[in-house]
């Protein structure tokens, strides 16, 4: 999987002029660390989750990144997830490293004190690692706002006084910023806004979206707010579609009472695998579930004009390249999921400030910064010719290499 991503970095570094120094450092993970936690089961007896945090390349500042829970998290994921956080900060130019963490559990299997324990535990085992000068965590799959808050809260004990900047995506009445819970949807929102000329889109565009958690739920919301048609939707239980428009506020009732495919056979709504979802005829697919979902073996059913990876790394690099070859225009995932980290970084400036936000004004400020660094990806793509995505690692690796080469390159050090 890093091997993969690393791929990005070699294409990018094609169209930058690099020191030899940048790639040495770009291509290895500064550190990770690998931790077995302990907890105390609510039967009394004890079970242990391999748990990670990968502080990725620190050059631009202090590394940030979310924390996932899943059973088949893995160290390797982990870095990869922090690769991708380095050059998501850097394309939004937040004074952001990249880092991430993950916890191989299923945590649906666990009870809410047992989650709250384990939450704690991931502090105890990290604490000195993370910090608000150092490492900065996040929600990512399977982890939310509550979980930040038992994080920061265990974090506090542990240094002995009140530090809220050190994890982001807490609840508000915990120092969370107004505006955090929407931020990824509606940074790709805005994006897609900012570019719906360039890319053709008018009024009443279909839009299908794959997974309806957090990211995929307000997009629809988003999206259908701003006459948009939802066409079909998709969780781990299945996907169902209506070519004249999914009902929003009813997905989101659904969703809550378990999954959208309760909606099959209701109001023309007929349900269809969850794999079939990309294939579903529209203007816009959103992947907003997991990695790798549009591969080599399923890429050529893609119908969509314009894909929005609100996901991480949901397309492979040979769907990449099948992709292209159909004309599909990629919003990719280091620009387009990127309102997550900058209302994060929001949340860690108004933390340190001790002076808080009203929403409109993390609005402005992300809407301002998404339209920014979107067009100037925009633009990079234009003019050398380039993919969207390849235009945003152009971006971000520019930036990171004048921060790398900073501290003086070989030429410096020779001449
Ligand atoms: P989430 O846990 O809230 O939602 C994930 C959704 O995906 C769930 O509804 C789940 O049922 C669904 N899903 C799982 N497997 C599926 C499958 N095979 N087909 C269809 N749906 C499936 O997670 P989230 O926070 O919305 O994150 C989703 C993606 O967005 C991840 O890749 C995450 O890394 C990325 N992301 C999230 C944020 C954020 O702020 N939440 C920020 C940046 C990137």
């Given at each position: 999987m890093l091997d993969q991503a690393l791929l990005r970095l070699d294409e990018a570094a094609a169209h930058v002029a690099l020191d030899p120094d940048v790639l040495e450092k770009l291509k290895y993970p500064r550190e990770t660390t690998k931790v077995r936690l302990m907890i105390r089961m609510d039967d009394g007896s004890r079970k242990s989750f391999m748990a990670w945090r990968c502080r990725y390349d620190d050059t631009r500042g202090p590394t940030k990144g979310g924390i996932r829970f899943h059973p088949e998290s893995t160290a390797e994921e982990v870095e990869t997830l922090a690769f991708w956080m380095t050059f998501k900060c850097a394309v939004m130019n937040l004074p952001y490293g990249g880092g991430k963490g993950a916890v191989?559990?299923?945590?649906?299997?666990?009870s809410k004190a047992e989650l709250e324990r384990l939450s704690r535990a991931y502090i105890q085992a990290f604490a000195r690692i993370i910090g608000p000068d150092r490492d900065i965590p996040a929600p990512d799959v399977y982890t939310n706002s509550m979980i930040m808050g038992w994080m920061a809260d265990e974090y506090a004990s542990i240094v002995g006084e009140s530090a809220p900047a050190v994890i982001t995506g807490k609840p508000i009445s915990l120092g969370g910023s107004l505006g955090r819970d929407d931020a990824t949807a509606r940074g790709g929102y805005y994006l897609v806004r900012r570019l719906a000329d360039q890319l053709g889109l008018e009024p009443g565009a279909r839009v299908a979206v794959q997974g309806f958690g957090n990211a995929g739920q307000h997009i629809a919301r988003l999206l259908a707010a701003d006459g948009y048609r939802i066409v079909a939707a998709s969780d781990s239980k299945g996907a169902i579609q209506r070519a004249d428009g999914l009902d929003v506020e009813a997905l989101l009732a659904a969703k809550n009472q378990?999954?959208?495919?309760?909606?099959?056979?209701?109001?023309?709504i007929t349900a269809l695998s969850a794999?079939?979802?990309?294939?579903?005829?529209?203007d816009i697919l959103v992947p907003a579930a997991l990695e790798d979902m549009i591969h080599a073996r399923n890429a050529d059913r893609v119908k969509a004009r314009v894909v929005l990876e609100?996901?991480?790394?949901?397309?492979?690099p040979e769907a990449d390249a099948i992709l292209e070859r159909k004309k599909i225009v990629v919003l990719p995932d280091i620009l387009a999921n990127a309102g997550g980290v900058t209302v994060s970084y929001f949340e860690w400036v108004q933390n340190r400030q001790g002076f808080y936000w009203p929403v409109e004004e993390v609005h402005e400020r992300l809407k301002t910064m998404m339209e920014r660094e979107g067009a100037a990806v925009w633009a990079i793509a234009r003019d050398r010719g380039i993919s969207l995505r390849s235009a945003a690692y152009v971006h971000a690796l520019s930036r990171l290499a004048n921060a790398i080469q900073a501290h003086g390159t070989q030429q410096f050090f020779t001449s």
């Open positions: 191989r559990v299923d945590s649906h299997a666990l378990g999954s959208l495919v309760a909606l099959a056979g209701t109001n023309g794999d079939d979802l990309i294939a579903v005829d529209c609100l996901a991480n790394g949901p397309i492979t």
